[in-house]
């Protein structure tokens, strides 16, 4: 069921429930893409997250009533939320997944299974928040499932793709966390000089492909240069 | 060009945020009091997403190597080669020059100068995201280049007193109620709208932390689906403690909001120093939308007269003051 509430007097939120769905977070995106696509002279931006998404707008030239209104009569068509498959090659453990023994061990596997487990599903990615270029992807296998660090690392390298909880995914930039890392991505997934600034896009699917460490460093200086 | 001789604290460069990126993950940023950055723009002839120097309690020092037209804003001490000048006015300043500046009240701060700031635009703004290092704090030693004014004698401007925002004295804001207003008990809101809320040292430009009553929730419990974060939301983590999200919040997040902030009231907000108090009041989003419109119309009228484009006049009607606009030819 559709719901519409107010985030003070900028912005609405048009939320279909509090559930983790790809149909209703499709539809979410249909919509998003749809406002985007008439570009309305109120429209500052539109955030979508997994089943709500906000239209923020500037209150001086239209009113929440109106925004409302608008998006009642929005049409949107979610055959047009077409996500494409984008690769991300990992180097699986040693310096770039100093956790991943760990994780093995947790769940009573090998470091290949896991290895294997992680990159076998074609993960969708519900959309992008938190942090600059951060993919909220669903699809994780829960055999691979593994709690956060109690002490969360101060420094973890952009690239680093780690598991929490039943969750899984890549820092885009540098920042302190808490996630299992379990491998790297030598793409610079986040790169705010280009346009779109992150490599993956709401709807997509990615898929790990697992490399050595000698394919790793040729494609990091390509993405990243020689510094 | 100017260069920052001393940075007591931490100061950076800010304009109104990066827009429209929010759906990357990529926060909006921006100054932290939109209305003290705006009219010290407009002070110094500038459009209002001009970068600003956006600067905290123990304030900056900088020398200008060429001459150049500024103006501070907020509750500031503003002293230029040991001559003490006034916030909340533009005035010049000739090579060599020092200026001095730092806050009596409230937390933040803004240095505005005739053509704005040269900076590295990143995703379509100059403001500083430190955390993904989209800028950083200006530091002593760093020179800063000034843009092209197109008329350099814009100094000797003023706010009218009456225009000065009052960010300062009374601490109530006004909110707007949810969105998830159903993760609450009714005593849990009667709470949070009949309490005051101190700030608390750990507040930064993420977001400030407050301390006072619990609030209770709802046995829908404190953790939501991920949902879209707005300015002034009021987040509400299981221990009951509210935090206010503003300009440097992330774009998305866990935790149940019991209120949103209205936009006419941020600046208030970000004014609070840790130890002061804060109180919620809900209003009627009719109210709301009323306000912010009537503050943006002063807004507009102020850069205006500011730009000599319409004339400000004080007139007396049955012996009270008022203060009126006009556009078109002088009298």
């Known amino acids: 069921m559709l719901t519409i509430r107010l985030l003070g007097n900028s912005g609405v939120l048009i939320s279909f429930g509090e559930v983790i769905d790809e149909e209703i977070n499709k539809r979410i995106h249909a919509i998003a893409q749809a ?174 492909v697992p490399i050595d460490e000698k394919e790793f460093w040729e494609i990091y200086r390509e993405e990243w240069g020689n510094d | 060009m100017i260069e920052i001789v001393a940075t007591p604290s931490p100061a950076m460069i800010q304009d109104l945020g990066r827009v429209g990126y929010q759906k990357f993950g990529v926060p909006v940023s921006g100054v932290m009091d939109e209305v003290s950055a705006r009219l010290a723009n407009y002070l110094v002839g500038n459009p209002d997403n001009y970068p600003v120097i956006e600067f905290t309690v123990g304030g900056l020092i900088l020398k200008f190597h060429s001459s150049s037209v500024f103006a501070v804003t907020g509750e500031a001490e503003v002293i230029l080669n040991d001559y003490p000048l006034e916030p909340w006015k533009s005035y010049w300043a000739k090579r060599g020059d020092v200026l001095k500046v730092r806050l009596r009240k409230g937390m933040y701060g803004y240095i505005a100068f005739a053509g704005g700031i040269e900076c590295p635009r990143i995703l379509g703004s100059c403001s500083t995201y430190m955390r993904a290092k989209f800028g950083r704090p200006l530091k002593p030693g760093d020179r800063l280049s000034l843009g092209y004014a197109i008329l350099t004698g814009k100094a000797g401007k003023s706010i009218p007193r009456e225009f000065i925002p009052n960010l300062w004295g009374d601490k109530t804001v006004r909110v707007v109620l949810g969105p998830n207003i159903e993760h609450f008990t009714a005593q849990g809101i009667r709470t949070f709208l009949s309490s005051e809320y101190e700030v608390t040292p750990e507040s930064d430009r993420m977001g400030y932390r407050l301390e006072g009553p619990k609030i209770e929730h709802s046995e829908r419990g404190a953790g939501i689906v991920t949902e879209p974060i707005p300015l002034g939301a009021v987040q509400v983590p ?94």
Not at chain 1, 69 to 85: I, M, P, T
Not at chain 1, 151 to 169: D, E, F, W
Not at chain 2, 269 to 285: D, H, M, N, W, Y
């Open chain 2, 238 to 331: 299981a221990n009951g403690k509210p935090i206010i999200m503003l300009a440097d919040r992330q774009t998305t997040g866990g935790y149940s909001k019991i209120a949103t902030i209205i936009r006419a009231d941020i600046p208030k907000v970000a004014q609070t120093r840790p130890g002061e108090k804060l109180k919620f009041r809900p209003i009627s989003i009719q109210k709301a939308i009323e306000d912010l419109r009537r503050r943006e119309i002063t807004m507009k009228a102020l850069r205006k007269a500011l730009n000599d484009e319409w004339f400000l006049y004080r007139i007396k009607v049955v012996g009270k003051e008022f203060l009126a606009f006009s556009g078109g030819c002088r009298p």
């Open chain 1, 35 to 208: 406002i985007e696509k008439d570009k309305p002279g109120w429209l500052i931006e539109v955030v979508p997250a997994y089943s709500s998404l906000a239209i923020y707008y500037d209150p001086t030239l239209i009113t929440h009533k109106e925004v409302i209104s608008y998006v009642s009569g929005l049409k949107f068509n979610v055959e047009d939320v077409k996500g494409r498959k984008i690769e991300i090659p990992v180097a699986y453990g040693g310096e770039f997944g100093p956790d991943i023994e760990f994780v093995a061990e947790h769940n009573g596997l090998t470091v290949d299974d896991v290895i294997e487990i992680h990159s076998k599903p074609l993960y969708r990615v519900y959309f992008l928040g938190f942090l600059p270029g951060f993919a909220y992807l669903g699809g994780m296998d829960e055999r691979i499932a593994t709690p956060r660090l109690e002490k969360p690392r101060t420094k973890v390298p952009a690239g680093s793709v780690g598991i929490a909880g039943k969750q899984t995914g890549w820092y885009a930039i540098e920042s302190p966390g808490g996630w299992r890392i379990i491998g790297r991505t030598p793409l610079r997934t986040f790169n705010p000089e280009r346009v779109p600034p992150s490599i993956v896009l709401p709807g997509d699917y990615v898929k790990f």
